[in-house]
């Protein structure tokens, strides 16, 4: 095997560890892995992704961002790089940023990805609109994007659409019965409506899921004094 040959090989091989490491929670590990494997190479655009995932995983969003944007720079058409710098943009809070990124791919694999991104982002902005127009394109892209529809009733039960809300709700527990956000919401939107009982059953749900949810309990709580009230009355 030439040196070129084996070069490729040990950067392979330096990749697939910093995956392994990541998979097993030894982050700092990993990114060690993954900069060896990069500085083999001299290139390394899978290691600059590992390490972008790692940085996610730990919530180093300027890192993660600073990844992706090495990809991007000697590949600009990378769909994957895209999206993950979109996504480290919304939890910076760039959400004008992250459309601009969002708006400019195409992609066949998994298209309802950035559509949703774009829904959260412009719902964020208070586009209400664009907001709407994005999450249904995600879901008629792909009808089992919980997250599409979780955004969907939101934005619905902000714009007063109760009933248009829970029907997304209810689709999207159908589909994802252990899904904590969607149980609260539709907590939320039964509470509103005062039907207290079907919020209750909803936070006892939502709770069974996840019962160290702070918001989540503070809303069960709400739930159960409203009920309280309404049973004296």
Do not use: H
């Not at 730990?58 to 990844?67: D, I, P, S, V």
């Not at 993950?84 to 809070?93: S, Y």
């Not at 992250?98 to 964020?124: H, K, M, W």
């Not at 792909?142 to 619905?156: M, T």
Request: aromatic share 10%; hydrophobic share 40%.
């Amino acid at each position: 095997m030439n040196s070129a040959g084996k070069r490729s090989q040990l950067e392979t091989l330096k990749t697939a560890k910093g995956f392994a490491l990541n998979a097993l929670g030894r982050y700092e590990d990993a990114l060690k892995a993954f900069e060896s494997s990069r500085k083999v190479s001299g290139n390394g655009k899978t290691a600059c992704f590992g390490k972008g995932l790692v940085f996610a995983q730990l919530g180093e969003w300027e890192k993660t961002l600073k990844a992706f944007d090495v990809i991007l720079i000697s590949d600009p058409g990378n769909t994957r790089a895209s999206i993950m710098k979109a996504f480290a943009l919304i939890r910076l809070g760039e959400f004008e940023k992250a459309i601009q990124v969002l708006e400019g791919i195409e992609t066949n694999d998994n298209p309802d990805l950035p559509a949703c991104l774009l829904g959260f982002s412009y719902s964020r902005l208070e586009n209400s609109e664009k907001a709407l127009r994005a999450y249904r394109k995600a879901i008629e892209l792909n009808p089992k994007n919980i997250y599409a529809r979780n955004g969907l009733a939101e934005l619905y039960f902000k714009l007063g659409n109760s009933m248009g809300a829970l029907k997304e709700l209810e689709t999207s527990i159908t589909e994802s019965p252990e899904d904590a956000f969607s149980r609260c919401l539709k907590g939320r939107i039964e509470l509103e409506e005062q039907s207290c009982e079907n919020a209750l059953e909803s936070f006892r749900r939502a709770l069974a899921i996840d019962a160290e949810d702070q918001k989540l309990l503070l809303w069960d709580a709400y739930a159960r004094y409203m009920y309280a009230e309404a049973s004296l009355d």
